[in-house]
């Protein structure tokens, strides 16, 4: 099978800093191609949104957020019981299970694109929608026993953290204008695959510079880390089959 170009990037960063090639970007910059990644995204959903809306897509969303809920109901427990770790940091580490991150999403459209796997276009909502029960469980989770809910907090971190606001900002963005948003396009389209190129050098140095940690926290969490995503992955096919998603959106679902 044949490597993705995008995600070669990837393995590029990684190998620079295993050589100790001074490629560090800047940290502006990064924060700067995450905020390109989550709009573009999100007016492509929206677009797609505003011509596939329908009943069948709001079933699908509330299962959506049924799914993003169990997963760190799932992974809590064995952090805390099985693997030691302390109540805070083993909501923290479940409910970013429950999330997406915005790169692994991006690579995926990128490798089903290149491989003319089609998919839902509306896919991007349900992104948005999954970070939604993710940070809610999670902070429902790290409560001591007994602590009140401070429910302000709790919509303040759902809401208003740059993932969720940038995302679904662009999808309504996307959803409203319709083919207006095609003025855009040059920028947020035509750049996506160069942007998310650069993204993944930077995540591929930075995910090797932290490879030592592995050793600090021990084998639990290396193969956590491994174990995990599978049975998220096996969890997600399955809802996908649930929902009558097509082969990219299963494929999707499951990454």
């Not at 505003?50 to 799932?74: D, V």
């Not at 040059?186 to 650069?198: E, K, R, T």
């Not at 880390?225 to 998220?232: A, D, N, Q, R, S």
Request: hydrophobic content about 60%; glycine content about 10%; some cysteine.
């Amino acid at each position: 099978m044949q490597l993705d170009v995008v995600a070669a990037f990837f393995i590029m960063g990684a190998c620079a800093q295993l050589l100790k090639a001074p490629i560090k970007m800047p940290k502006g910059l990064y924060q700067s191609l995450t905020l390109f990644l989550l709009i573009a995204i999100g007016l492509k959903g929206g677009i797609a949104l505003g011509q596939y809306g329908n009943i069948e897509l709001l079933w699908q969303s509330l299962m959506i957020i049924g799914f993003g809920a169990l997963l760190p109901l799932f992974a809590f427990p064995v952090l805390w019981k099985i693997g030691g770790l302390n109540r805070t940091d083993s909501a923290s580490i479940a409910a970013h299970y429950g999330s997406v991150s915005i790169a692994t999403f991006a690579v995926a459209l990128a490798v089903l694109e290149a491989k003319e796997i089609s998919y839902e276009p509306y896919f991007p909502l349900f992104v948005a929608l999954l970070e939604i029960p993710a940070i809610a469980v999670g902070i429902w989770l790290a409560r001591s026993k007994g602590e009140a809910l401070d429910v302000k907090k709790v919509l303040h971190e759902i809401f208003l953290n740059q993932g969720v606001l940038l995302l679904t900002g662009a999808l309504l963005v996307g959803w409203w204008a319709g083919d207006q948003t095609q003025k855009l396009m040059p920028f947020f389209g035509n750049l996506f695959y160069g942007v998310l190129a650069l993204f993944l050098l930077e995540m591929g140095r930075v995910a090797m510079s932290r490879i030592n940690l592995l050793k600090e926290y021990g084998s639990f969490i290396a193969s956590f880390g491994v174990v995990m995503p599978l049975f998220g992955a096996a969890m997600g096919a399955l809802f996908a089959q649930l929902l009558g998603l097509s082969a990219g959106g299963t494929i999707l679902l499951a990454t």
